[in-house]
């Protein structure tokens, strides 16, 4: 059966966003801070930043005004969903000392129900690659299922691009295809855009009905499909994902390798705004009076010297062979481990980059054996 397709206004939002508060989620959307568009607790849809856009690049952001009244024409931010998932510092247990005896208390991970205002394609696809990663594998994450278990995604479809973005090579975008909970369409209307609205799930078909928005024009859905596909021609970085395996196996020695390393600042960024790099590290600390320790797990990266470290010393040493390993992982090689790429397109890699590294550029000299400049 066809699902039901909304039209929806700023008064239909509001309502989006109380219902779901009423049923108990935190909700939360895009803000403008000071310098990048970050996620935070939104009451409605005023909070939003309505007319702002922002420009990305190599090693370049920029928050600029574009003078009309959207809310939801920019690409992925430096956040994505992960540090909510996925967070970046978790308490695993506390051991005290009380009474001359020792006490572990363990941290059990609680169940938020937190629904999320405009998320991009390419991060409603992170998810599901996170989900493969920490969810559906053998070994669950207790925090991660938590944290998973109370979300509720409202999608937004691209019809703009960042230079930055490549979202239509790794097939996560700019139109959300599944994922989500409720996927909006924004359509440019003058003072008041309107929002073609779809439901993804039978959590948010409910509270779509509950919103009492009319039903939209039937032509909406095939204007949307136009305004994505034409998005995604015009993309100006690709990554053949179906050569990147073999592309990566017969690249091992390259000398393309050093010429990254050269510029490589191995600082970690590129992991750490990716939305689907999950490694982490643990740390002890203990009080200086001895009476109480604790156990946090941290996101790490596969830059830092010490991610490899095993007795004896570590097993990638060089910046060469950790960028090496990062691109792999990403293109390549998770698409063995996982059956998909690691890699959503988001381009957030390429924009966080303080040297302006850029994944696909790299990809595209490693796949057409464009020689090193070294
Ligand atoms: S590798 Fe880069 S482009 Fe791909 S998902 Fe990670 S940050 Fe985004
Ligand atoms: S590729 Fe860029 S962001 Fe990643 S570690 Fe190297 S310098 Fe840092």
Known sequence: MRKKQYRLDRTHLNSLLKLLEQEGYQ???PVRGEHAMEWAPVGDVESLPEGWTAVQGKAHYRLEHRGDHSLFNYSAGPESLKKFLHPPRVRLLKAE???GAF?????????????FLGVKPCDV??????????LNDRYPDDVYQANRAGL?????????CAETCFCASSKSGPQARTGFDIALHERPSGSSPEYFAESGSAAGAAVLEKTGAPAAPSEWARELADA????????QRHVDFAAAPAVVERNFDSPRWDDI?????ACGNCTQACPTCFCVNFEEHSSLDRMTAERHRVWDSCFTQNFTYIHGGSVRLSTKSRYRHWLGHKLARWQQQFGSPGCVGCGRCITWC??????????????AGVPAVI
């Open 27 to 29: 909700t939360y959307g």
């Open 97 to 99: 000392r009380t009474n």
């Open 103 to 115: 006490h572990i208390l363990e941290d059990k991970p609680v169940m938020v129900k937190r629904a």
């Open 125 to 134: 696809a992170a998810v599901a690659a996170l989900d493969r990663v920490l």
């Open 152 to 160: 509720f995604l409202i999608a937004v479809h691209c019809t703009e």
């Open 228 to 235: 994505c596909a034409l998005a995604a021609g015009a993309q």
């Open 261 to 265: 390393a050269r510029r490589c600042l």
């Open 354 to 367: 303080p040297a302006g590294i850029d994944i696909t550029a790299e990809f595209e000299s490693l796949k």
